[in-house]
């Protein structure tokens, strides 16, 4: 396994980001703006939703590798680095997930 692809794959996203669009896809999301970014995000993630329910381990893993893909690009768009998604992992990490969303989202008292 490579510990170090998504590292990899967000500075090959950021050297692309300002090549001429008709080079690079990743250019070319970005000439079209944060819309056709997000477009794409809920495309791949409709595909990974139906691959999911489709059985297919290899349709999966092909849908799943096109949306973190697509999400690596969304967040260059807003200049947030990988690094700062595993660190708020890494934060969750251990936590029961009701008590992390609630933490997120403080009921008001009634």
Do not use: Q
Request: with cysteine; charged share 30%; hydrophobic share 40%.
């Amino acid at each position: 396994m490579d510990d170090d692809i998504l590292a990899r794959l967000e500075k090959t996203i950021a050297a692309r980001r300002g090549a001429e669009p008709g080079t690079s896809y990743v250019a070319s999301l970005n000439a079209k703006g944060l819309d056709a970014i997000l477009k794409k995000v809920g495309e791949e993630g409709t595909e990974t939703i139906l691959a999911a329910k489709g059985g297919s381990k290899e349709a999966l893993v092909h849908e799943v590798a096109d949306l973190w893909f697509h999400c690596l690009v969304m967040l260059g768009w807003h200049g947030i680095g990988v690094a700062e998604v595993l660190a708020e992992l890494a934060r969750r990490e251990g936590r029961s997930g009701i008590e992390e969303k609630n933490s997120r989202n403080p009921r008001s008292a009634s």
